[in-house]
């Protein structure tokens, strides 16, 4: 598959006006995070259903805007895109740009979104960090990885809150890393009343953030020494349709 980050250039995305930063700038000077292999994985489980197509769609954590501007590209009648950074948000519009009468991209906290959908996409900070911010990534966006000990300060949020996002039929697509417990996030959201399954696992190389928790989740038993690989996953969650009543004679 050709890769999000390849098809979807942000350097090449129209900006709107000659005095705010480039796209570039902003993710080369860890403004904004620059889609990696996560954002793929997720493009790539929507590719792979039908759900996208004349869907009433949001994007959770949406970052650079690539995997909204995916879904508007994949047939999504309307995309609401929702970052907590204001860079983000400039990223995203821009990069959205040739897809803007049907993204619209907001600054706002998935704690405190509103809506019905019936498709919701998430990339949310996932990476388990210690709690006193010891480590750090040079030109990485903190709060685009950084997701508290366990790594589910903002997926345990998500799931809570997917069931209220959906409408009845709806999916939502979460992407994530074995480190932040995969198998809790699908109790969480079985537990909400979804159908929840891991539809698409991949195994990756470690990125830059990773690769600088590695000797933190080595020494915590959570890693295995020397492995610098991950799995990440893709869990579906569906909100079964309301059933119609026979109709009496």
Avoid at 48 to 58: I, L, M, Q
Avoid at 121 to 134: A, E, K, L, M, Q
């Amino acid at each position: 598959m050709t890769s999000v980050a390849d098809r979807d250039d942000p350097t090449t995305a129209p900006l709107f006006t000659s005095t705010t930063p480039t796209i570039s700038d902003l993710l080369d000077h860890g403004k904004v995070y620059r889609p990696q292999h996560d954002s793929d994985l997720l493009v790539e489980a929507v590719q792979n259903s039908d759900h996208a197509v004349g869907a009433a769609a949001a994007d959770l954590c949406t970052g650079s805007g690539v995997i909204a501007r995916a879904i508007a590209h994949l047939g999504a009648r309307s995309v609401v895109a929702v970052d907590a950074s204001d860079d983000a948000v400039r990223v995203a519009r821009a990069l959205c740009t040739d897809s803007a009468d049907r993204v619209a991209v907001r600054h706002g906290d998935v704690a405190t979104f509103r809506g019905t959908f019936d498709l919701v996409t998430c990339n949310p900070p996932y990476v388990p960090s210690p709690p006193d911010g010891r480590i750090q990534e040079p030109g990485l966006p903190r709060a685009a990885w950084e997701a508290g000990i366990n790594g589910r300060a903002v997926l345990d949020v998500v799931c809570s809150a997917a069931a209220d996002l959906l409408k009845p039929g709806g999916n939502m697509y979460v992407v994530q890393s074995e480190f932040a417990g995969i198998e809790a996030s699908v109790t969480a959201l079985r537990s909400s009343g979804l159908v929840a399954d891991v539809v698409v696992e991949r195994h990756i190389p470690f990125g830059p953030v990773l690769s600088a928790h590695a000797a933190w989740l080595e020494a915590n038993g959570r890693l295995e020494k020397g492995r610098r690989v991950e799995l990440l996953a893709v869990i579906r969650a569906h909100k079964r349709p309301v059933p119609t009543r026979p109709q009496s004679r």
